[in-house]
């Protein structure tokens, strides 16, 4: 017991060394070889100093909270990162929305009791997710309505399927989704009319040509005077 200080701080004089090392090459490549490393320095200097953090913890599962700050750090230094590249503002917003609900999806995920955690990581993957859809350029504002609308719908609906005795929940839900159909129907309307005009003309094209190689004898009359002349046998 009396070790445990010690090999903590051995692990931890690891951990400094490796990142002083990594940044001292860092800044040597950039003395030698006229790199711009100035960004990539920065996040390095983040996701080590989150390093320092996840190694607290995994000496000691008990200090739980040191998995805040590691977390954090990791993110600033890929948000840093993605800051070099040529993404646009819109897909960084998206990725800075699912950072933000990823750790209440975890803590769900650690333990079902907290599912009061379920709540902000739907609010922020379905901004995030809207965020995208918008920026993508393809859907035009009926259909972002109708996707606000099903995502507020869509947890109504599975409070009522985990348990039935939640009817109520119908309500809000049904109400939510039938105004989403609605915004869907008046966005897809102008497609679906010619889609249907040409399945009519493609199914008549079909059949005519289907039918079209059988010959049908003519009518044989069945009363009144034809009916009584001899009737010719057919052509062979």
């Known amino acids: 017991m009396e070790k ?7 692990s931890l004089n690891w951990l400094w060394g490796g990142a002083l090392i990594m940044l001292g090459l860092l800044f040597l490549a950039n003395q030698l070889f006229n790199f711009d490393l100035t960004a990539l320095v920065v996040a390095l200097g983040f ?21 805040i700050p590691f977390y954090i750090m990791e993110v600033i230094a890929g948000l840093i990162l993605l800051s070099t590249t040529s993404l646009e503002g819109e897909i960084v917003a998206m990725l800075i929305m699912f950072a933000i609900g990823l750790p209440f999806l975890y803590v769900y995920l650690r333990n079902r009791a907290h599912w009061w955690a379920l709540i902000p990581a739907y609010i922020m993957f379905a901004i995030g997710m809207f965020v995208f859809l918008a920026s993508a350029g393809r859907m035009d504002d009926n259909l972002l309505v109708t996707y606000i609308m099903f995502a507020i719908a869509l947890p109504f609906i599975v409070v009522f399927l985990r348990n039935r005795a939640n009817w109520w ?7 939510m989704a039938m105004i989403g159909l609605a915004f869907m129907m008046g ?10 005009l040409i399945a009519a003309g493609l199914f008549l094209l079909a059949r005519q040509f289907v039918g079209g190689g059988k010959t049908t004898a003519p009518d044989t009359p069945r009363t009144g005077p034809e009916a009584d002349k001899p009737q010719q046998p057919p052509m062979v």
């Open 47 to 67: 996701a080590g100093a989150g390093v320092i953090f996840l190694a607290v913890y995994l000496v000691n599962q008990q200090q739980w909270w040191a998995l």
């Open 4 to 10: 445990q200080p010690e090999n903590r701080g051995h």
């Open 169 to 175: 929940a119908l309500i809000p839900g049904g109400i």
């Open 187 to 196: 966005s897809v309307v102008t497609y679906v009319i010619p889609a249907v």
